[in-house]
């Protein structure tokens, strides 16, 4: 199973991200932002970061990249892809997913161990969760807040578009307190947290149980390597 | 000519200056040798002037005046200190020497520490434009000292910050925390380094002159150890980066070593704006760079500028260099010579390149979208020639730029006030009967209160190999995924015990920051130092300097780890009122396994506690 | 050299968050007679040549697509200064 | 109700990271008659009430004090409208 992990210029996840799907159980796969090749991968990442610096909007420049052609043919065409954070704010800006993003009401950026808990468990990147788990994913981000109008929320609450909810606090100001949503399929899915960032134990979120043991993210990608196996 | 009473004519921005004026060439210059030039508004004194009248047997030109001026500023040429630094060097056993790859006089001393790897790290201030403004300055900060890191060859992996603020109820401190915390935030995350601990700490003498130290941490492999000299002759000069403009022209002479009311508004300079992206990309393009072997020396530009970057390569390598200023790539085509000279302009390199590896090396920057010019070449005539509209506009010998400067042994005056200070103990304060209320008001202290609104704004996680960071001691960081190799830093000061007893409040501070990395787990190996202190021409607090490294280079004997680098900050005060000397000093320790790391705070119920120590 | 000026502000119905925080900085200084305050952006765009029918249709493209995100913004005006 | 249109933009000779990333962009998208982007910002102000000298004065001073930070931005425009 081939994961690709796009670097984009001021992407700052990505080794992360490629950790995240080796320690799952795939091969990480480096692509590049200016090529048009998807090198054959089975399914995408677009890491966290700062691409452009998040100048006039977070994610914006980078969804004209070159390689976001190809993401949006087999985005369509029913290839798992997930977006981190800045990549689940630049599948928004290439209307991959619906809605948008803004500064955080709080106009600051927070980085906190945020419980989610999970509403959706039948995408490609949640199938391995059961509907309701909660789970602990470390966040950080300064444009988190996520914003559609009215019909659009009622849509996609309607379809079960909305696959994360924050927990206990609402930490940038979010609509209906939603953390990550999917496209109608549900093979492309983005969330403001950080699942690569709670992969491997002594350098996740703290739990209950034990200061930085939070490995509740690798199910994310295990999900996309079960969806994968079953088609 | 100048007007003596506008002697900032050549350094303005202003509109009517035409851009094809002419520049003060070699020739005019020595031409017109009673020609009057603004040495003082630029920061040199008389002799100095003098001096460099006497170095180059005629007067300076603009441009070289515009080089010494900021290259003899206090910040870059460190003429107070450097008898006194030398103590690093001399007070040392074997074993500090032992592990000890690059010592101190580089961008940022470099340590082995097995298995192949090597740490590089240093610590350096931005108070002054901190002060002016808060948040590019702050930011501005972050991106220097990491610049410094990248230019030793090594992958920055971490950031921490000490801070100093005044007294937390004084109305401009909020503008100046929250900017300087929201400018440290916004640069190290968005460049994608952890931030992995440091020290916020308020105090009303820090009022008017708050201070910003960032210290970074980068690692390498020690093939890919780079310094920053200019060999080989015929060698290409690159400068790449971002464009040059009218950031903080002047910042170098006026912003760092003068006090902030001299000067006054209209000669203020403009501040320099940071732009975190293009340091990122710069990043990972020097270690894209490195890795294919296409770059023989390196240097960064921060302070000076071009004129720090070229007088230094020089120095350092065969000595002699040609430059064509007129191949800078401009932001603001209006700048004169003697602006581009001194511009601060962030997220800027100069490497030095064979001619035979240009291509490729041009190639790599431009895949990274890196703007680059090719502004000359090393060559052996052991000056450093820069040429202007075809014109020499500077021609003189490297070292007397960059290493020759001047140096002073100032005046030292035991301050007689500080027997009072320390005949007035603790016996003279009240007691209050009531335990409840000494602990509330020390709980409800803003030096003790909770720091976790400033570090929930920093990204701890990125990398994802932060093993510790707040609210432990020290931050740890795994180098190595494989063996769990790692590295520990902790950084600490304490004003108040330097005000009271420099020598012993240095050691403390030293102590501190020793104890801090071991009780991580960590064996610490070496230190970096940020001395933060007020006006060197005051003789008092010369003394306090003297004390302050004499103790640190006796106590860092007695713990037999070296001084790798480190910075001086003078002339922090308002108005005659220095600040209490603050030298603030980061411990660096390795560790064989991270996984054996040892975190602060209750581990498990049932543990037994114990007090070690005296 | 011509320069266009684009103009984009959030949609009315989307909560401004920074607007509000500078309304509410207003208020606390007592300069309370400010009933929203509401921050968009503002594009410089210098063009190399002149200014023609078609140049104006690729900025109306471009304002649309890229400087502003029609999910959340709007683009209130497209003006040519010099 | 009135409202007053203020206008800021990054001084000339300061970096505006920003309007650079945009006009590279741009330059990537094959747009390359755009010499130059910069980014400003744009504040409505909402009065309740008319708009007199007094109240321009005061926001002239907002401007300055606030809206915009003096020592890197310009305030290049005060304009009522309604
Ligand atoms: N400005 C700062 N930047 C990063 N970390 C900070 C900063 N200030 C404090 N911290 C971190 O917060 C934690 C608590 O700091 P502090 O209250 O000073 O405790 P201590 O006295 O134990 O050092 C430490 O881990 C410290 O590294």
């Known amino acids: 199973m081939r994961i690709g992990v796009i670097t984009f210029p001021g992407s700052l996840d990505d080794r992360d991200a490629q950790r995240a799907v080796r320690l799952a159980g795939a091969e990480p796969v480096a692509l590049w932002h200016g090529d048009h090749d998807l090198a054959g991968v089975d399914a995408i990442v677009l890491p966290g970061g700062f691409s452009y610096g998040d100048y006039l909007r977070a994610g914006a420049i980078a969804s004209h990249a070159p390689i976001m052609a190809e993401v949006i043919d087999a985005a369509n065409a029913g290839m798992p892809v997930l977006g981190i954070c800045n990549g689940f704010q630049m599948l928004a800006e290439a209307r991959l997913l619906p809605g948008a993003h803004t500064r955080n009401a709080h106009q600051q950026f927070i980085r906190r161990d945020q419980k989610l808990s999970v509403e959706n468990a039948d995408t490609a990147w949640t199938n391995q969760f059961e509907t309701g788990a909660e789970i602990i994913i470390p966040l950080k981000n300064a444009d988190g807040r996520f914003v559609a109008d009215d019909e659009t929320i009622r849509r996609i609450e309607g379809n079960g578009q909305v696959v994360f909810r924050y927990v206990d606090v609402n930490p940038n100001g979010s609509m209906n307190d939603i953390a990550g949503v999917s496209n109608e399929r549900g093979n492309v899915v983005g969330l403001m947290p950080h699942p690569e960032h709670a992969t491997e134990p002594g350098f996740g979120p703290d739990m209950t149980d034990a200061m930085r043991s939070g490995t509740d993210g690798l199910a994310f990608f295990t999900s996309a390597i079960a969806a994968l196996t079953r088609a | 000519m100048h007007p003596v009473d506008d002697p900032w004519s050549f350094v303005t921005t202003s509109q009517s200056r035409s851009s094809t004026s002419l520049p003060d060439t070699v020739t005019n210059a020595a031409a017109t040798p009673e020609k009057i030039q603004p040495y003082a508004a630029l920061g040199l004194k008389q002799d100095e002037y003098l001096k460099i009248r006497e170095i180059l047997g005629r007067r300076p030109t603009s441009g070289e005046l515009a080089m010494y001026s900021v290259m003899w500023s206090e910040h870059c040429s460190y003429k107070s200190s450097k008898n006194y630094l030398r103590q690093f060097g001399q007070k040392v056993s074997p074993k500090m020497k032992k592990n000890l790859m690059v010592g101190m006089g580089e961008n940022a001393g470099v340590v082995d520490v097995g298995e192949g790897w090597a740490v590089t790290f240093k610590i350096e201030s931005h108070n002054h434009p901190s002060f002016i403004e808060p948040f590019q300055g702050a930011a501005t900060g972050v991106g220097g000292i990491v610049r410094d890191i990248i230019s030793m060859g090594a992958r920055p992996v971490a950031v921490m910050d000490a801070l100093r603020f005044g007294h937390i109820d004084d109305p401009d401190t909020a503008r100046i925390v929250h900017g300087v915390v929201s400018g440290i935030s916004f640069y190290a995350n968005c460049l994608g380094l952890p931030n992995i601990g440091g020290e916020t700490y308020f105090d009303s003498v820090y009022q008017a002159n708050p201070l910003v130290n960032a210290l970074a941490v980068g690692v390498l492999r020690h093939e890919d150890l780079h310094l920053a000299n200019a060999r080989g002759v015929g060698n290409k000069v690159v400068l790449f980066g971002a464009r040059t403009g009218g950031d903080g022209i002047g910042g170098a002479s006026i912003l760092a070593s003068d006090s902030f009311s001299a000067g006054g508004p209209t000669k203020r300079p403009a501040v320099q704006v940071g732009d975190p992206f293009a340091e990122k990309v710069l990043i990972e393009c020097c270690l894209e760079l490195f890795k294919l072997g296409l770059v023989e020396g390196i240097q960064d530009l921060g302070a000076a500028g071009i004129s720090c970057a070229t007088s230094e390569l020089a120095s350092n390598g065969d000595g002699g260099m040609f430059i064509d200023l007129e191949q800078v790539l401009l932001r603001d085509p209006t700048l004169t010579a003697e602006e581009i000279l001194m511009s601060e302009s962030q997220e800027r390199m100069m490497a030095i390149v064979t001619p035979e590896k240009l291509d490729d090396f041009l190639a790599v920057v431009a895949k990274w979208d890196v703007e680059t010019s090719v502004l000359g070449e090393v060559t052996d005539t052991g000056r450093l020639i820069i040429n202007w509209r075809g014109e020499e506009i500077v021609n003189v010998e490297p070292r007397t730029v960059a290493v020759d400067g001047p140096v002073y042994d100032r005046p030292v005056a035991y301050p007689t006030w500080i027997d009072a200070l320390q005949a007035d103990t603790t016996a003279s304060l009240p007691r209050s009967a009531d335990l409840r209320t000494d602990m509330l008001a020390l709980l409800g202290s803003a030096n003790l209160s909770d720091k976790s609104w400033i570090t929930n704004q920093y990204d701890k996680y990125v990398l994802g190999n932060t093993a510790l960071s707040f609210p432990d001691d020290g931050g740890m960081v795994r180098i190595d995924e494989e063996s769990g190799l790692g590295f520990a830093v902790a950084t600490d000061a304490n004003g108040r015990y330097s005000q009271l007893d420099p020598y012993r409040g240095a050691q403390l501070a030293l102590a501190e920051a020793f104890r801090n990395v071991a009780a991580t787990g960590a064996t610490p190996v070496a230190v970096s130092d940020c001395l933060n202190f007020g006006s060197p021409e005051n003789p008092e607090v010369m003394w306090q300097f003297s004390k302050t490294v004499e103790a640190l280079s006796d106590g860092c004997l007695e713990l037999e780890i070296p001084v790798t680098g480190g910075n001086v900050s003078f002339y922090n005060q308002t108005g005659d009122q220095p600040i209490h000397p603050t030298p603030v000093i980061a411990v660096l320790g390795t560790i064989a396994n991270v996984g054996r790391r040892i975190p602060s705070g209750w581990q498990d119920e049932g543990n037994n506690i114990y007090l070690l120590g005296i | ?82």
């Open chain 3, 1 to 82: 050299m011509p320069t266009i000026l684009v103009e984009v502000m959030p949609k009315a119905e989307i909560l401004d968050p920074q607007g509000k925080a500078v309304a509410g900085a207003l208020s606390r200084l007592g300069k309370d007679r400010y009933t929203a305050v509401r921050i968009g952006k503002r594009f410089e765009l210098t063009v190399d040549g002149p200014v023609d029918d078609a140049m104006l249709a690729e900025v109306r493209g471009i304002a649309e697509d890229i400087l502003a995100n029609t999910v959340i913004e709007d683009v209130v005006s497209i003006t040519v200064t010099e």
